[in-house]
């Protein structure tokens, strides 16, 4: 089983929509939680760290159950330029980061 | 803002060749990483160095890789004798502490042939 998974998509929606991914990790030990984004052929690019109280950043809403062992994001009034690859990361407190393989999404106007 | 820088953005390279990846983490954070990602593949960690020394590696970072901080603002990966299946994108990044958000530099694509 993948330690970290996601569905890789793709998801097209239209301008404006809200889209929601959604991520499991399979060990309880993980102590912390990100969302990155990817563009193509770019590095991870940092979006939000994720808190089990559930956070927010503008359009941007992530969310913890760590009893379900679940990490989501929600984009709300996705933009053209919100188009790209989204990636859940877990740490488990050594620094090492694993990656998910990521979820497509393509906005289109 | 302070970021990571990465060079050289592309490397070519015939296979059995060492190369040397370089990276300038952001000046005050302390963990340095390297990553790698296979084109179509997830992100891959290689190496966690903290405190001039390694302190984690992953099955990939074999006897071929070795990582050092030669002084005080450089951080180099090299890959001793590359093989076909090096070819990939390998990241470096780094944070202030080992829990917290890391950054990453833009990559450097290296090619084996």
């Known amino acids: 089983r993948k330690e970290v998974e996601q569905d890789p998509g793709p998801f097209n929606v239209p301008e404006g929509a809200t889209v929601a991914f959604n991520c499991t990790y399979s060990?309880?030990?993980?102590?912390?939680f990100f969302w990155y984004r990817q563009d193509c052929r770019k590095e991870p690019k940092l979006l939000m760290s994720?808190?089990?109280s559930g956070n927010e950043d503008g359009r941007f809403t992530a969310q913890l159950n760590r009893a379900s062992q679940y990490i989501s994001l929600l984009i709300r009034d996705s933009k053209l330029s919100d188009s790209a690859t989204y990636l859940c990361?877990?740490?488990?407190?050594?620094?090492?980061?694993?990656f998910g393989q990521g979820t497509t999404l393509q906005v289109k106007p | 803002e302070p970021e990571v820088t990465q060079t050289p953005s592309h490397q070519v390279t015939q296979m059995g060749q060492e190369v040397i990846l370089r990276c300038v983490p952001i000046?005050?954070?302390?963990?340095f990483y390297w990553y790698r990602q296979i084109l179509g593949q997830k992100v891959e960690f290689l190496v966690s160095?903290?405190?001039?020394?390694?302190?984690?590696k992953s099955e990939i970072f074999d006897d071929q890789f070795s990582v050092e901080r030669p002084d005080g603002s450089n951080f180099t990966l090299k890959i001793r004798s590359t093989k076909l299946e090096d070819s990939a994108m390998y990241f470096c990044?780094?944070?202030?502490?080992?829990?917290?958000?890391?950054?990453f530099g833009p990559g450097t694509r290296l090619t084996v042939t």
């Open positions: 990044a780094s944070t202030g502490t080992s829990n917290h958000e890391q950054y």
């Open positions: 060990n309880s030990a993980s102590q912390s």
């Open positions: 994720v808190y089990s």
């Open positions: 990361v877990v740490n488990r407190g050594t620094g090492k980061l694993i």
């Open positions: 000046s005050n954070h302390l963990y």
């Open positions: 160095f903290y405190n001039n020394e390694i302190s984690e």
